[in-house]
């Protein structure tokens, strides 16, 4: 972690607001190579927005964000195409392409950044459905799926082009204790053997700690914890231990910013 | 009242930062050098869809336009003796005005409207935002092809137009009103001339079918994306399309024959 050659994204002092809410406060996150890391928060911190950041859909309102050394809020919009081609994401929706049939889907990233031959895409999309365990769905189309399903062929083609960078956003949500113990292995045997970098949204304590490297704790537009697992667990801070444990009262708010509560409900009669 | 002002120059504001948007949307979705291996099919498939799918409609409103142009043609004419006339009459309201400014009327409803709320539900599926990581631009993929095919289809479409009208205009007049059917003919062909109005007609349906499919991706692509936001894009598509063709009709005529 220590190492500088060995990070891949770094950000540094970034800022980011959306219709005048402050969502970032200056943060800084670097991604190791290689390794599995984690983002935990509270549902609307902003991870999913961390994401986009990253692969450069938002642009950052200061600070930089870099990839490899690329600044990506200063990239053009074609060098931005070009990094992307060389990362995953799994969308917290699933996000398949409704017109096209679960293979088509797979085989979108490999038809249009390769030339391969249609009999090795059609092996190579096998190949990926397979280890979501969806190799029968085959020839379904996005809308006979369940969101589980949809979902597991969404990482099926996140993976198709083996991009060194995947971003998973809530991989677990909505998938069955079978399933779920599938793709907790899957990351870690993608991350293990292929060397891919992996970061995972999610807020599945158990699965998340078992496959993650490092873990960035984000709350409140900063980052209020990072560590190894050991490290997260140890910590004796109460706002860790109350995210870590699930507790519902403490330091780390549940509610969304309101006026006060009691304004709210009398608010109608006065 | 300051507030009223206030308001308006937001609205203006707002507006002319929508059409700016829109002008670079159209430059970014159109310079590109498209790859025919995979444009090709892409392209066609979207002319079956905005093309292809228009044709009833098309077909169906030219019909009955001729038809009733020539019934009334016919009622007018008829007292002056000048029935035979109702040939040239009905193809030079069609082929000038009629064919390309309601064939865009129909094209915006049909076509534009299932565009944009293609487009519109594309995003907020967040398709386009996969497809942007997967490192496919949107605007090459999914807007480009979209937009040439209305671009080619509408002209199309409005030649279909003018020809089931004239065929309509035809039945009415000659087999059922019983204009001799050789003078209708000859009336048509002599008055109407293939550069002054048949061309001019086409340059019409070009223009419209230009502005109509921009606007239709345009609102797609830039609509809230939430079901609320879909539909108002799709209103708004039918909306500024239909009053864009007029306006531009207008313009387009004094253009073409005001100096008549
Ligand atoms: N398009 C948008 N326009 C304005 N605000 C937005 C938009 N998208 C998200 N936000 C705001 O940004 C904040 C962060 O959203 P984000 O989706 O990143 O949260 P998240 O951490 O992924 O939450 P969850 O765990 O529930 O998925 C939210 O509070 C939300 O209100
Ligand atoms: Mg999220």
Redesign the interface.
């Known amino acids: 972690m220590d190492q500088l050659d060995d990070i891949i994204i770094d950000i540094e002092g970034m800022s980011f607001s959306r219709s005048e809410r402050l969502i970032f406060d200056n943060i800084n996150i670097r991604i190791p190579k290689g390794k599995v890391t984690a983002i935990m928060g509270p549902s609307g911190t902003g991870k999913t927005t961390l994401l986009k950041l990253i692969g450069g859909q938002v642009r950052a309102d200061s600070g930089s964000i870099k990839i490899e050394g690329l600044d990506i809020p200063r990239l053009s919009r074609s060098a931005l195409f070009d990094i992307r081609s060389r990362m995953g994401m799994l969308f917290q929706s699933g996000a398949l392409f409704s017109d096209l049939t679960v293979f088509e889907n797979v085989a979108f990233p490999l038809r249009v950044h390769t030339d391969l031959p249609e009999d090795m895409v059609r092996d190579l999309v096998y190949m990926k459905l397979q280890s979501v365990g969806l190799r029968g769905a085959v020839e379904l189309m996005p809308s006979e799926l369940s969101g589980g399903m949809a979902r597991r062929v969404a990482l099926a083609r996140a993976i198709a082009l083996d991009p060194d960078i995947l971003m998973y956003d809530e991989p677990f949500t909505g998938q069955d204790p079978i399933a779920m113990g599938v793709l907790v292995k899957l990351i870690k045997t993608l991350n293990r053997t292929l060397g891919h970098t992996s970061i995972v949204v999610s807020h599945d304590i158990q699965e998340t700690l078992s496959i993650a490297d490092y873990i960035y704790l984000i709350a409140d537009t900063h980052v209020v914890a990072q560590g190894t697992t050991q490290e997260l667990l140890a910590d004796t801070s109460p706002k860790v231990k109350q995210f870590m444990q699930g507790l519902p009262d403490g330091p780390v708010p549940f509610h969304f910013p309101a006026q006060d509560y009691f304004q709210d409900l009398v608010g109608g009669e006065l | 009242m300051i507030s009223r002002i206030e308001t308006l120059g937001r609205t203006g504001l707002l507006k002319l930062a929508a059409l700016g948007r829109s002008f670079i949307f159209l430059l970014?979705a159109l310079i590109a050098i498209p790859n025919p291996r995979?444009s090709f099919p892409l392209l066609i498939k979207q002319l079956y869809f905005v093309g292809v799918l228009s044709l009833i409609i098309i077909v169906v409103s030219g019909l009955f336009i001729g038809m009733v142009l020539s019934l009334q043609g016919y009622t007018i004419l008829v007292d002056f003796g000048s029935e035979q006339a109702v040939g040239q009459m009905v193809a030079l309201s069609l082929v000038r005005e009629l064919s390309p400014v309601v064939a865009g009327l129909l094209f915006a409803g049909r076509a534009g409207s299932a565009l944009t709320a293609e487009i519109g539900?594309?995003k907020a599926?967040?398709?386009l935002?996969?497809?942007?990581?997967?490192?496919?631009?949107p605007l090459r993929r999914v807007v480009a092809p979209r937009f040439w095919a209305g671009f080619i289809a509408l002209p199309l479409l409005t030649m279909i137009f003018s020809v089931v009208g004239v065929w309509g205009a035809l039945l009415v007049g000659v087999d059922w009103l019983g204009i001799y059917e050789g003078s209708f003919w000859a009336n048509m062909q002599s008055a109407v001339s293939f550069e002054e109005d048949v061309l001019n007609g086409i340059i019409k349906a070009v223009v419209f079918g230009y502005l109509v499919t921009w606007i239709s991706v345009f609102q797609g692509y830039d609509c809230v994306p939430t079901s609320e936001g879909i539909s108002q894009a799709t209103t708004k598509t039918v909306v500024y399309s239909s009053l864009t063709i007029l306006g531009m009709d207008f313009l387009l005529t004094a253009l073409m024959f005001g100096d008549l």
């Not at chain 2, 935002?129 to 631009?137: P, T, W």
């Open positions: 970014h995979t539900l594309m599926t967040e398709q935002s996969s497809m942007e990581m997967i490192g496919v631009d």
